[in-house]
């Protein structure tokens, strides 16, 4: 398990250890997560350390793996088959658990 808690363990709880949702990686759930609450593309890859591109590759495998072509079918989709409701935000002094640190 992390050290600290990510923003997909804040949505899922205890059901993000070691799962996949629709074959997505914990990383691209991460990403599709925080696009789906209103986060660019930049903002993403400043907080998780990433390049722009990869959150760019994150996003269109997972939109690939769930068969959508956009955010907001695979926020439909993670919905519908998974349970998942990545647009719940936790109380903002949770989110910034990941994002200070």
Do not use: F, N
């Not at 949505?11 to 990383?27: E, F, H, I, M, N």
Request: aromatic residues 4%; charged residues 25%; contains cysteine.
């Amino acid at each position: 398990m992390r050290e600290s808690p990510t923003i997909v363990d804040l949505v899922l709880g205890s059901r993000a250890d070691d799962q996949t949702y629709g074959g997505l990686s914990y990383r691209q759930l991460e990403v599709v997560t925080m696009a789906a609450w209103g986060h660019h593309a930049k903002d993403i890859a400043k907080m998780l350390h990433i390049s722009l591109s990869t959150v760019d590759t994150h996003l269109g495998l997972a939109y690939r793996k769930l068969g959508v072509d956009c955010l907001q079918r695979a926020v439909v989709v993670l919905r519908q088959k998974y349970g998942m409701d990545v647009l719940a935000k936790p109380c903002e002094k949770e989110t910034k658990v990941k994002e200070t640190k």
